[in-house]
């Protein structure tokens, strides 16, 4: 297992890089965030993002795809957080994508599976249903009527879920909240009768929103995979999904770093500058430290996703590993970054605070610290 990008992912790397410095710096997600229109991403962007290939870096080549792997995906959401941007890369082809691939039939992958790659349509799923991601206490109801289903209940932090095209909407066909089994996925038209979509506000000023669905009717085409059967498909499309916020989480805290250790190097008090203080050269030296270990987890997860010699368990582990800790050092490290700033940290005059905002929604989304430590503690074999 690789622990660091290859020759060619480490071009795709750069190329992203340069890219976003130039056509998405911070100030473009500033510029979104006063806007506040939706679905705050660039749209003429994202289809330029669509034509380098980034939409197709995941799947398959039988699918249309680039067959290039989670690594491929890592090295692009890195640069994504280094940078800010936001796009419905997660939303539309980690998490839709994957799981029209993996759970949907030929019929529902020739369909869906070009549009998405395309950029020509967006999907968005929608999962959790409580302030805590906790895929398995699904409650909403699909029922057998006639010769489909019938939906009821509502789902909340739908991530890019304002002017999506369609839904993945996880339901209970059987078993009780808190089971694994009896989980269906069902692919929803944006304008199904009986279907509500409202905003969200968040912190991070992203697109995301709330659906209520009062009785909504689909036929039996809509189900993906089959009926009370999705948890492998689910979790192993969460895991990419997982690896990929990590990745994000990264390059944002890698930003965080950079920015606040040239800031440590220019701000002068009692005529030195302060990155002279011995108490601030730990706190730095800690957090460099740190940013290294998470760097190792997270591309042991992206490693992961790709590797066929892992069992489902296994990548599981990983993935959980890299996303919380991840999220444990952005939340450190950005805490440093705002108190070595000083009282400017968090004015709008900095990009720090835009940082921050970002990093708090990302940890909390697809699962926050303690729902990845459980994970990881549950399937870590006990040895006797």
């Given at each position: 297992?690789?622990?660091?990008?290859?020759?060619?992912?480490?071009?795709?790397?750069?190329?992203?890089a340069?890219?976003?410095?130039?056509?998405?710096?911070?100030?473009?997600?500033?510029?979104?965030r006063?806007?506040?229109a939706?679905?705050?991403?660039?749209?003429?962007?994202?289809?330029?993002?669509?034509?380098?290939?980034?939409?197709?870096?995941?799947?398959?080549?039988?699918?249309?795809?680039?067959a290039?792997?989670c690594?491929?995906?890592g090295?692009?959401?890195?640069?994504?957080?280094?940078?800010?941007?936001?796009?419905?890369?997660?939303s539309?082809?980690?998490?839709?994508?994957?799981?029209?691939?993996?759970?949907?039939?030929?019929?529902?992958?020739?369909?869906?599976m070009p549009?998405l790659?395309?950029?020509?349509?967006?999907?968005?799923?929608?999962?959790?249903e409580?302030?805590?991601?906790?895929?398995?206490?699904?409650?909403?109801?699909?029922?057998r009527?006639?010769?489909?289903?019938?939906?009821?209940?509502?789902?909340?932090?739908?991530?890019d879920?304002?002017?999506?095209?369609a839904?993945?909407?996880?339901?209970?066909?059987?078993?009780?909240?808190?089971?694994?089994?009896?989980?269906?996925?069902?692919?929803?038209?944006?304008h199904?009768?009986?279907l509500?979509?409202?905003?969200t506000?968040?912190?991070d000023?992203?697109?995301?929103?709330?659906?209520?669905l009062?009785?909504?009717?689909?036929?039996?085409?809509?189900?993906?995979?089959?009926?009370?059967?999705?948890?492998?498909?689910?979790?192993?499309?969460?895991?990419?999904g997982?690896v990929?916020?990590?990745?994000?989480?990264?390059?944002?805290?890698?930003?965080?770093?950079?920015t606040?250790?040239?800031y440590?190097?220019?701000?002068?008090?009692?005529?030195?500058?302060?990155?002279?203080?011995?108490?601030?050269?730990?706190?730095?030296?800690?957090?460099?430290?740190?940013?290294?270990?998470?760097?190792?987890?997270?591309?042991?997860?992206?490693?992961?996703?790709?590797?066929?010699?892992?069992?489902?368990?296994?990548?599981?582990?990983?993935?959980?590993?890299?996303?919380?800790?991840?999220?444990?050092?952005?939340?450190?490290i950005?805490?440093?970054?705002?108190?070595?700033?000083?009282?400017?940290?968090?004015?709008?005059?900095?990009?720090?605070?835009?940082?921050?905002?970002?990093?708090?929604v990302?940890?909390?989304?697809?699962?926050?610290?303690?729902?990845?430590?459980q994970?990881?503690g549950?399937?870590?074999?006990?040895?006797?």
């Amino acid at each position: 297992m690789s622990l660091v990008y290859s020759e060619e992912q480490r071009l795709l790397a750069d190329t992203a890089a340069e890219f976003l410095q130039a056509r998405s710096p911070v100030a473009a997600q500033r510029r979104l965030r006063d806007e506040g229109a939706a679905p705050r991403f660039d749209d003429a962007l994202w289809k330029e993002m669509v034509g380098m290939g980034w939409s197709a870096i995941p799947f398959p080549e039988d699918l249309g795809g680039l067959a290039f792997g989670c690594m491929g995906l890592g090295a692009v959401f890195e640069a994504l957080g280094r940078n800010l941007a936001a796009t419905p890369l997660l939303s539309s082809i980690v998490l839709g994508g994957t799981l029209i691939e993996l759970a949907g039939s030929g019929a529902q992958q020739a369909e869906w599976m070009p549009l998405l790659i395309a950029g020509d349509k967006r999907i968005a799923l929608a999962l959790d249903e409580h302030a805590r991601h906790d895929p398995a206490a699904t409650a909403l109801r699909a029922e057998r009527r006639d010769t489909g289903y019938v939906l009821q209940g509502e789902k909340v932090f739908v991530a890019d879920g304002q002017g999506a095209d369609a839904f993945v909407v996880v339901a209970r066909t059987g078993g009780m909240p808190g089971e694994r089994e009896g989980l269906s996925l069902f692919v929803v038209p944006a304008h199904a009768l009986g279907l509500n979509v409202s905003a969200t506000g968040m912190i991070d000023s992203r697109n995301h929103a709330r659906l209520r669905l009062d009785g909504v009717r689909v036929d039996a085409g809509a189900l993906l995979g089959v009926e009370g059967q999705a948890w492998t498909a689910l979790d192993a499309a969460l895991d990419r999904g997982r690896v990929c916020l990590a990745a994000e989480l990264l390059g944002m805290t890698q930003n965080l770093f950079d920015t606040t250790v040239e800031y440590l190097k220019t701000r002068v008090q009692f005529d030195v500058p302060i990155g002279s203080f011995q108490a601030l050269q730990h706190r730095a030296a800690w957090c460099y430290a740190h940013l290294q270990l998470a760097r190792s987890a997270v591309m042991a997860g992206l490693a992961a996703m790709d590797d066929p010699t892992l069992d489902a368990a296994g990548r599981a582990r990983l993935a959980s590993l890299a996303k919380w800790k991840a999220g444990d050092v952005a939340h450190r490290i950005s805490r440093e970054a705002v108190q070595m700033h000083g009282g400017m940290g968090v004015t709008d005059e900095l990009d720090v605070g835009l940082f921050l905002k970002r990093i708090r929604v990302a940890q909390a989304l697809l699962g926050d610290g303690d729902f990845h430590v459980q994970r990881y503690g549950d399937m870590t074999p006990v040895e006797a």
